[in-house]
């Protein structure tokens, strides 16, 4: 037993060993080749890529792999929820990625800190027409730092067999309209059965709530004098909140402390009108994978979400970035690499993917009819959170998350948990 | 024994495994759960109101967790990390153990301190100093980086647990061994170590299942996804579309299997080492 | 001294582990008394016999324990000394991801973490919790894997089987995956709890949510916790328990002892080294626990579910204060030293024979 480990151990040793000097190899200047370049590229990209366009990935690998033969790339996938732990780990080493794949809600703590290598915008397609929610997460004192990955915008999803059957043939188009609508589905359902919600509203799910705050004309935080400071309190936001919670007060009966992780596996269940969520959430409801029933199929669709204001309720343009690490030593290949994953073949792969591009050309691609049409509509009025330094540790440390339940449960009234949301918010939304 | 006494005992024996059976049913119910789970079909398990038996049994789970790309590579990580670690700490744990349990030496006092001060040290403040280490060793992304970072927090249990097994075996049986001629280590091969059996194989227990389980170091230090164990492959089963219970549960029964496997083996060896009482005269 | 005495008086429940004072004569063992090895938890301090001592004189005997320890001593030193400096130190600094990123040396802050977090009411509240916790989960998993220990060896020796096959069951299932099984029994919308608990007539939990209230919430979290701990316990516990030789509980009851009384005065002292090593390990643990609190609240634990382990891990890695975090890092161990004092007694009582 004793040998088998020293064994191991010694073959471990030497690939350790062959490992680093294949890293020492290529210290010359002298420009190779690229057919000649050898060595590893290492991508790590969400799971998203995974689950929902592994084939594209595979593509870019292999043209990727004509330009340059001799590179073997390594695309490894990370989780959501735990990866910037790994990258903090890793971007403080010596071997780092080549590329990662930020939220862009992450990215603007990493640029103030020196994370990334800047990128030339020129060098990608469509980079004159980028989303300004991706562009802007990517951009510190005129420079560019990421790559726009793709978007995605919320929108209304509701069960077209229930509407029909409170005699409604089409979407809600304005406010009015949609609590109209609700108010018909949970006196014909609600009644029967005590956990119908007409329309799903998990008390903690904070995309949704502040898109009330900024339709109302509200911000989450706002810089002034060079620092920034928590606006949840100003009348406007308070206003949008308010609004969100009577929504959620009124045609909501689930459990208002969670948030909206599981909510295909809740609207799965065949117990909810309406809700808001991203247009693949109507797909996973009917998916038994994720916790939805195969038997709701073809009973979803999706519309553009009107707000209280008269116009489309301004969603949380969520999307993903992709950055080379400064420390990075094949940079080079790293923007190769990410001009072909990103370029418009692969942007129409994800547009076919239900998802929305990068770039405001081929939104318009996004076909109005479709399932993402009303995302594409929506996408317009997008925003997204403060780019503050600190904002990462607002999301992390779940300040939204909490001033929500507190009011959604009613344990606190709008105004004083915005109050005492601010005050968390000031104390973190500075820091590097 | 007079008969009264007799039927209270029996009636004691009664209520004593009834309640045995109760503490074991209470104790089984999630796992019960994980197995009903993993083995029903998709359509039962978030059946309202749940059903306590399953309507019919599926392997679509087991397929389908088995079919994901990395799997195979994932048991082998584990495998290896699990072995590695548990062989190597039984190996220099057993050493530190006999120093302890059959020496008295200047420093002694010292090296308890720190076994006892190691296992107090929360592991997530540890995480990037450990990581930075093993960066600058060339030891990330590497089994052999993980299996030293597990050596480390094992090693102070193991050497503890070991340090009362051989406490309990007679240094008499070594003194007759070195009257016979053996050295003072001669004699702990051939009377300590066979005596010690049950006691290695208790502690290589411990030592597995925190291996085997251990999640947050082996993120944070493999990178590559078919080097990463089978801890780390169960996450994703929860994907950003929901949790698929289904397959979280069948791969949750097949990462328990070799553990309990391996333990069920192992339990009856330790408990035939106690039972029957491995010095005789 | 040795395990055949007759029963000891309560005032003397301490002597098994009464260590021999240097150069005090030990009684020798009466030959072919039958010795059984030690379980995990019995810690009763081996008798150095005076061959091994006159051994010590020779310098290579001087050595050999140096050798032996040297692999565990070097191993500890490599992996875990210079990080745990780096944690230290760290926690003096004022480290940023700018930093961590370039590799520079942060700025030095002496004691000013320390200053603001011990200073901080809500530090304090999740220390206060943390201990409350730790006292629950120890207390209840002690009181259960005691019961559980003495009860296996009265039931049937099928029922002692499936006691230990769920038991082994139970320890082999990964945390993760006990998290996930609890988190969604005890779900709101579609957790087996509530609509158990529904069953029973006038009480209403459908959509009842446990998390709602902290006290709940913790509630079901320590019941994960306890669930975990309970088969380590008890089954070191019912190994030490073989240790007891029948005929001193034997010798007992014709004195008359019995139930509680027999327990303490007879099964427990030779016990006691077990019971102290599962509790100090359990609270230890209990104490740093942070991955069922992680996974229970689904990687975002609200303010009222910070423990010390969460506490910290948040500093670090959710809003960047790696020095804050490494501060309470620091801190929690200095409590558990703290608190683990009686338990370093003991130790080295035990080792004391230098």
């Known amino acids: ?432 | 024994m007079n008969p009264s006494s007799a039927r209270r005992s029996r009636h004691g024996r009664f209520t004593a495994n009834a309640l045995g059976l109760l503490f074991s049913a209470v104790m089984a119910f999630p796992i019960y759960w994980m197995l009903l789970t993993a083995f029903r079909p998709a359509e039962e398990i978030h059946h309202s109101p749940p059903q306590f038996w399953p309507g019919h049994l599926t392997l679509e789970h087991f397929r389908r967790a088995v079919d994901t790309p990395t799997f195979w590579a994932n048991v082998r990580a584990s495998v290896l990390i699990g072995i590695g670690t548990v062989v190597v700490s039984l190996l220099i744990g057993t050493l530190a153990a006999f120093a302890l349990a059959r020496f008295s030496f200047a420093g002694r006092k010292a090296f308890v301190l720190v076994i006892l001060g190691v296992q107090m040290i929360p592991l997530a403040g540890l995480i990037i100093p450990v990581y930075l280490l093993l960066s600058d060793a060339g030891l990330t992304d590497s089994l052999l980086g993980v299996v030293l970072t597990y050596l480390v927090f094992m090693l102070p249990f193991t050497v503890w647990l070991l340090r009362g097994f051989i406490v309990g075996i007679p240094v008499e049986l070594e003194e007759a061994a070195m009257v016979d001629g053996c050295t003072r280590l001669g004699a702990f091969r051939r009377v300590v170590l066979p005596l010690l059996a049950p006691g290695l194989v208790a502690t290589s227990i411990y030592a597995l299942v925190q291996a085997w389980n251990e999640y947050v170091l082996a993120y944070v230090l493999l990178s590559s996804n078919d080097k990463q164990t089978l801890s780390i492959w169960l996450v994703s089963f929860q994907t950003s579309f929901g949790t698929d219970y289904g397959g979280l549960m069948a791969g949750a029964t097949l990462t328990a299997l070799p553990v309990a496997v391996f333990f069920a083996i192992v339990q009856r060896r330790v408990a035939t080492g106690l039972a029957t009482g491995a010095v005789k005269g | 001294m040795e395990t055949a005495d007759p029963p000891r008086p309560p005032e003397t429940p301490e002597t098994p582990e009464t260590p021999g004072t240097p150069g005090s004569p030990r009684v020798r063992r009466t030959p072919g008394a039958p010795r059984r090895p030690r379980t995990p938890g019995s810690r009763r301090q081996g008798a150095h016999a005076p061959g091994a001592r006159r051994a010590l004189r020779s310098a290579r005997r001087l050595a050999l324990p140096y050798v032996l320890i040297a692999p565990t001593v070097l191993a500890l030193a490599a992996v875990l000394g210079y990080p745990l400096v780096d944690l230290l130190l760290l926690s003096f600094q004022d480290m940023t991801r700018r930093q961590l990123f370039s590799g520079t040396a942060p700025p030095w802050a002496g004691l000013d973490h320390y200053r603001t977090i011990l200073s901080d009411g809500f530090f304090w509240t999740v220390v206060g919790r943390t201990a409350l916790f730790t006292v629950v989960c120890v207390g209840a998993t002690m009181l259960l894997a005691m019961v559980v220990a003495l009860l296996m060896r009265r039931v049937a020796p099928w029922v002692r089987m499936t006691m230990v096959g769920v038991l082994v069951a139970v320890w082999a299932m990964p945390i993760m995956v006990a998290a996930s099984i609890f988190r969604w029994l005890s779900d709101a919308d579609y957790g087996v709890v509530n609509w158990l608990l529904g069953l029973v007539p006038g009480l209403d939990f459908s959509k009842h949510n446990w998390f709602d209230n902290p006290w709940q919430g913790f509630a079901v979290i320590a019941g994960v916790v306890v669930w975990g701990a309970v088969p380590f316990a008890a089954i070191t516990l019912q190994a030490a328990l073989g240790q007891v030789p029948a005929e001193l509980e034997e010798a007992a009851m014709v004195d008359g002892a019995r139930g509680l009384q027999l327990f303490r005065h007879v099964t427990f002292p030779v016990i006691k080294p077990a019971v102290v090593l599962v509790t100090s390990l359990s609270a230890i643990w209990d104490f740093g626990v942070f991955n069922q609190i992680w996974l229970m609240r689904g990687g975002q634990p609200e303010k009222d579910y910070y423990l010390l382990g969460v506490y910290s891990f948040i500093e670090s890695f959710a809003v960047n204060r790696y020095s804050v975090g490494a501060a309470i890092a620091v801190i929690t161990v200095l409590m558990l030293l703290g608190g683990a004092v009686v338990y370093v007694r003991q130790i080295i009582r035990l080792g004391g024979a230098e």
């Open chain 1, 1 to 432: 037993m004793a040998e088998r480990i020293s064994r191991f151990a010694a073959g471990v040793g030497t690939l350790v060993l062959l490992a680093s000097m294949a890293g020492c190899g290529s210290g010359d200047d002298k420009p190779v080749p690229a057919a000649e370049r050898s060595g590893d590229l290492t991508v790590w990209l969400t799971v998203d890529a995974q689950e929902s366009w592994p084939d594209l990935v595979s593509e870019v690998n292999a043209r990727f792999r004509k330009a340059y033969p001799k590179i073997n790339v390594r695309v490894q996938y990370q989780q959501w929820t735990s990866k910037n732990q790994k990258i903090d780990a890793a971007l403080a080493g010596q071997q780092v990625p080549d590329v990662v794949e930020m939220g862009n809600s992450e990215t603007t703590n990493y640029l103030v800190n020196g994370a990334f290598a800047p990128v030339d915008p020129a060098k990608f397609d469509h980079s004159e027409e980028w989303l300004g929610a991706l562009k802007d997460a990517c951009r510190m004192d005129g420079r560019t730092y990421c790559v726009p990955y793709y978007a995605g915008a919320r929108v209304g999803i509701y069960r077209t067999d229930l509407l029909k059957k409170v005699g409604v043939a089409h979407a809600p188009r304005s406010y009015p309209e949609l609590l109209a609508d609700l108010d018909k589905l949970k006196r014909k359902f609600g009644t029967k059965d005590k956990n119908f919600s007409a329309f799903y509203m998990p008390g903690r799910y904070w995309y949704a709530a502040m898109a009330f705050v900024k339709d109302a004309g509200g911000e989450m935080a706002v810089k002034k004098d060079g620092r920034w400071h928590g606006a949840l309190s100003s009348a406007r936001s308070v206003a949008g909140l308010t609004a969100w919670k009577d929504l959620l007060e009124a045609y909501y009966v689930g459990d208002r402390s969670k948030d909206n992780g599981d909510e295909p596996a809740v609207v799965g269940q065949g117990r909810v009108g309406m809700f808001y969520g991203n247009t693949w959430e109507a797909k996973a409801a009917t998916d038994s994978r994720s916790g939805g029933d195969p038997a709701l199929r073809g009973r979803f669709a999706t519309f553009a979400f009107p707000g209280p204001s008269g116009e489309l309720l301004p969603p949380f343009l969520g999307g993903s970035t992709l950055a080379i690490p400064a420390k990075s030593e094949n940079q080079d290949l790293a923007g190769d690499w990410i001009r072909m994953f990103t370029d418009r073949t692969a942007q129409r792969r994800l547009i076919a993917a239900d998802t929305l591009p990068n770039n405001t050309a081929q939104l318009r691609e996004v076909a109005a009819g479709g399932v993402n049409g009303p995302a594409a509509r929506a996408a317009e009025r997008g925003w997204v959170t403060p780019l503050a330094p600190g904002w990462g540790a607002v999301e992390k440390s779940n300040i939204l998350q909490e001033m929500l339940q507190d009011v959604a449960t009613g344990k606190q009234s709008v105004a004083d948990a915005a109050k005492a949301a601010d005050h968390r918010i000031d104390a973190v939304i500075n820091e590097n």
